[in-house]
């Protein structure tokens, strides 16, 4: 089968994973991509399957709307997905996650396109369900003054806009909802600026600099941490929609598995990261520290405190389950940056910052 797959945001977590996983697996299918850069995709440009801009895409509106047309299936996977800019920027969230994704959302109906439609586990919020089901449970906010909740709600509000374009119009779509994806790749480690990654490379990052591991409110909120290559496996089987059966549905993508404390993750950080001679000084160096949210985030923050996913839809209809387990995924994510060129002299000088 051949399909033509564009990828908005092909530079990001997601989308330079998907991206590769395709070029490399699927040997009929082509990639348009647009990003603002291209730093995560290494020599995929030089494929010719692959047809990149560097771009924006509130900028370069017509290029997007013309390869909405050319393509089969959409993949709009431009947002800011991080807790820290929720409260500090929460109408850039709106702009970006909102706005202008709506705009593809409407390309999407308007051109007859499949969308594959990144939603999120903070959908469901503070839901009192132990475990999240895509068609039960509720979704929960705080209070508007609780700013964190612009990006859920905005995803929410998409979800039920591309719901309502499919019964009205027949749009055919996915919703997927990433639980904790982690990996190579998700927000940069080396970044100096502590509180711009979200937790997992926020920890790995305290690793490089030799700072303490701040837990936020004590650490014992719960996430379901999700290796990416399980959550591309789950995207292909998406894309390529066999008989129909990923139409007009929607599907957790996560790890119950892997559903750990945010103290125990900076534990195993710490551990694992031992196994690497390059990082063993700085991780036995390393201390965990207790931190308020409000010391950490601000007073617009609120958290979530057990994310555990249903993954019955994506088990029976996709055929697929997650098989990366907590300790497999820290130690991969690591091994791919140790292995970085020139990644022990950055390492060293950054200790030394
Ligand atoms: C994430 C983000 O909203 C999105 O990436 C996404 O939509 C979704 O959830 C997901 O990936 O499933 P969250 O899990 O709260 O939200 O994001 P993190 O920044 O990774 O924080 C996880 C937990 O670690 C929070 O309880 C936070 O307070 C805590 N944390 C974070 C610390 O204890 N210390 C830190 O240094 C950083």
Not at 32 to 55: A, C, M, Q, T
Not at 122 to 145: A, F, R
Not at 296 to 322: C, F, H, M, S, T
């Amino acid at each position: 089968m051949a399909l033509k797959i564009m990828i908005l945001g092909a530079n990001g977590f997601i989308g330079s994973a998907l991206t590769g996983a395709i070029l490399e697996r699927r040997s009929g299918w082509e990639v348009y991509g647009i990003d603002l850069s291209d730093n995560k995709l290494g020599d995929l440009p030089k494929n010719d399957r692959f047809h990149f801009v560097e771009g924006d895409i509130t900028i370069n509106r017509e290029w997007v709307e013309y390869h909405v047309k050319k393509c089969d299936v959409v993949v709009p996977l431009v947002a800011i997905a991080n807790p820290a800019q929720y409260v500090t920027h929460p109408l850039r969230v709106f702009e970006l996650d909102f706005e202008a994704n709506v705009e593809v959302v409407r390309h999407c109906v308007k051109y007859g396109k499949r969308l594959l439609f990144p939603s999120t586990s903070e959908i469901y919020g503070m839901s009192p369900d132990s475990v999240l089901d895509e068609e039960t449970s509720p979704l929960v906010y705080g209070p508007i003054n609780k700013q964190r909740w612009i990006y859920a709600a905005c995803k929410q509000l998409l979800d039920r806009v591309i719901y309502a374009y499919g019964v009205r119009d027949n749009l055919d779509y996915t919703l997927f909802r990433p639980f904790n994806f982690i990996g190579p790749n998700l927000d940069n480690p080396e970044e100096p600026k502590e509180g711009s990654s979200r937790v997992f490379t926020q920890f790995l990052s305290n690793v490089l600099y030799r700072r303490p591991i701040k837990l936020v409110d004590g650490g014992s909120q719960k996430r379901s941490f999700t290796y990416i290559d399980d959550a591309i496996e789950c995207l292909l089987t998406i894309i390529e929609n066999q008989d129909g059966r990923a139409s007009r549905r929607i599907f957790n993508i996560g790890n119950p598995g892997n559903c750990i404390s945010i103290r125990d993750l900076a534990q195993r950080t710490i551990r694992i990261a031992q196994e690497f001679p390059v990082l063993r000084e700085n991780a036995r160096a390393i201390e965990i520290v207790d931190v308020s949210a409000g010391e950490y985030y601000g007073k617009y923050y609120q958290d979530i405190q057990v994310r555990i996913p249903n993954i019955e839809a994506a088990r029976r209809d996709l055929g697929w389950a997650p098989s990366t387990d907590m300790d497999t995924a820290i130690r991969r994510t690591i091994d791919f940056y140790v292995k970085q060129e020139g990644f022990g002299g950055r390492v060293a000088a950054l200790t030394a910052i």
